[in-house]
């Protein structure tokens, strides 16, 4: 019933609209369009004869729509994630939250890179979030898959409003958790030498005194730092970076820049910009 009051709200083709706006510190495929047809795809992922719009819509649905992901329009500014933890997903609201959306689902799929990916590569991340929650907050953090190696991946987004899909692809960088294996511990490289003895002309010995054990001799992986005035993008982890500093609904917003070129967390005070 609720769809189908949403459906019948339809007055054109941009009335209802939404995609995933950020995905891990990154934008999405259209994201240089110029209106909501470019920036959001809509999705029948069945047949066409099982998404048939509303006559009001003026929405069309062909062959184009069953595939997930635009090709036209790639993805400008790339997001990053990490196997293993978790990555934030931020979508447009666009007048849908709160009574508009109760009953619907996002989900979210990541698949091996691809121009044109098949649905059946994709593996499921999310299954059935809330369009909003916490106050029309329009956003969610997901855990990207322990086993995947580094690499190239797209990420779909999909909201289950109307009797169609609105979804958008993203593609991002995943840096595995099957690196190289781990440096041996400090403990196993210290060495003590032992007391070498060393004979002269005089007829007592002398003893070199021993040998102090070494310090180590890999320094320690210095712990990520709070963002600064400086670009955002710089750092590894730019999203867990703005969140340590500015809260966790933070995140690096590496596609608008100030003159200087940097980006910053949003939340994040402005930039002094006077001097570059």
Known sequence: MIKALIANSFVGLAVAHSWADNVGGGSYRGAQGANDLIKQRYYCPTSLDQCKTPPNSGVVLTAENLRPCRTDFPTPSWGSAVAGE????????????????????????????????????????????????????????????????????????????????????????VVGNSGPTAPATTANLRTTAAPVPVTTAAPAPVTVAPVPATTALVAPTAAPGPV??????????????????????????????????????????????SKC
């Open 228 to 273: 600064s005035a400086s670009d955002c993008k710089s750092f590894d982890r730019p999203n867990a970076e703005c969140q340590a500093k500015y809260g966790s609904s933070s995140f690096c917003v590496s596609w608008v820049m100030d003159k200087c070129g940097r980006a910053q967390c949003s939340g994040a005070p402005p930039m002094d910009d």
């Open 86 to 173: 978790q990555m934030y997903v931020h979508w447009a609201g666009n007048g849908h939250t709160g009574a508009k959306a109760v009953g619907t689902c996002v989900s979210i799929y990541i698949a091996p890179y691809a121009l044109d990916p098949d649905f059946g590569a994709f593996r499921q991340l999310a299954g059935c979030l809330p369009y909003s929650h916490n106050g029309d907050m329009t956003d969610a953090f997901v855990t990207i898959p322990a086993d995947l190696a580094s690499g190239q991946y797209t990420v779909f987004w999909m909201w289950d409003f109307a009797p169609f899909w609105f979804s958008s692809c993203s593609d991002i960088n």
